[in-house]
């Protein structure tokens, strides 16, 4: 009799040890399901983040750095190279009228469109203007393709800007720059200037 209540003792013991493992393993199975399932949610969670972060990220320096704020190395590479502004130009000091010529600044070469003296074109051409962002608001014979003119009137920066493209060359190719469209003025006479007006005829010759 007590050899067979030990038994059961020990039986029921061995059961609850049993089930209290067995209760263990769940327990911990549901623990470790629990943790995969906030792992799983965390994951998620940090991916939507990085995304938002990445989308942020992927815009370019134009659309989040105001012209004022761009450092150097930005501000001189959203010029498009098109050398529109070293084009001579004649304005009427009556009205205020820019007339535009087909010939640009002596110290452009014209196939490539770059100034060949840059370091120190403001001491050479006392009219080449160096451009800044509040002159860029003030100078409205600036081209209407002019990089700092889109941004500074809000717009964006065209698909064949060298920046949206990768090529410097698609300024060009878009028919953008000047290239093959101008003569230089080391080429001709300072007194024919006039004759190289392009805007309105009617108008130049009054
Ligand atoms: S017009 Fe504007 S974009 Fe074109 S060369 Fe001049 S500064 Fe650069
Ligand atoms: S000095 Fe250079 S940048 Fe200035 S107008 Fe002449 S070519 Fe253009």
């Known amino acids: 009799m007590i050899k067979e209540l030990y038994e059961k003792v020990k039986k029921t013991k061995l059961e609850n040890q049993g089930n209290l493992r067995v209760n263990g393993v769940v327990s911990l199975l549901g623990w470790h399901s629990t943790r995969e399932n906030e792992v799983s949610r965390l994951k998620k ?104 003119r889109l941004l500074a009137e809000g717009k964006d920066l065209p698909a064949w800007h060298p920046l949206l493209s990768g090529s410097a060359d698609s300024v060009h190719s878009s028919g953008h720059s000047v290239r093959a469209k101008v003569v230089s003025a080391r080429d001709i006479d300072e007194e024919d200037l006039p004759n190289y007006v392009i805007d309105d005829e009617d108008e130049k010759d009054e």
């Open 45 to 148: 969670y940090l991916q939507k983040v990085r995304n938002v972060g990445y989308k942020q990220t992927m815009l370019p320096f134009w659309k989040i750095t105001p012209l004022n704020e761009m450092p150097q190395e930005q501000w001189e590479s959203l010029c498009d190279g098109c050398a529109q502004c070293c084009i001579i130009k004649f304005e009427d000091e009556d009205t205020g009228r820019i007339y535009h010529t087909n010939v640009v600044c002596e110290l452009l070469d014209i196939y490539h469109c770059t100034c060949t003296r840059y370091a120190e074109r403001s001491a050479l051409v006392p009219t080449c203007l160096t451009l800044n962002p509040r002159l860029i608001h003030e100078l409205k014979w600036m081209p209407e393709t002019c990089a700092y």
